[in-house]
């Protein structure tokens, strides 16, 4: 059975920062290009991150560039997402997700809440 699991989460005072973790069973992890979406309250699915398989590339969208970095540990099945100075729009349900040709799988997601 194929899993992404998150956690990491939680409710962080602007300018915080929270490590997000995903992990995956049931597939070959380090095969996969692995991702974090966020979907935030009343807004649609926004892609944050991808990193690929094989040489680590990575990618960002322009409003975390400097302030999220994505990684992932093959030998752990697992995802990171470490993110750093936090700001109110960044709440949201963060998911993860992993492709590989017609393949994609996703997790349920892990809720970050940026508050005073």
């Known amino acids: 059975e194929v899993q992404l699991v998150e956690s990491g989460g939680g409710l962080v005072q602007p300018g915080g920062s929270l490590r997000l973790s995903c992990v995956a069973s049931g597939f070959t992890f380090g095969s996969y290009d692995m991702s974090w979406v966020r979907q935030a309250p009343g807004k649609g699915s926004e892609w944050v991150s991808t990193i690929n398989s094989g040489d680590n590339s990575t990618y960002y969208t322009d409003s975390v560039k400097g302030r999220f970095t994505i990684s992932r540990d093959n030998r752990k099945n697992t995802l990171y997402l470490q993110m750093n100075n936090l700001q109110p729009e960044n709440t949201a349900v963060y998911l993860c997700?992993?492709?590989?040709?017609?393949?994609?799988?996703w997790g349920q997601g892990t809720q970050v809440t940026v508050s005073s």
């Open positions: 997700n992993a492709v590989r040709l017609f393949y994609k799988f």
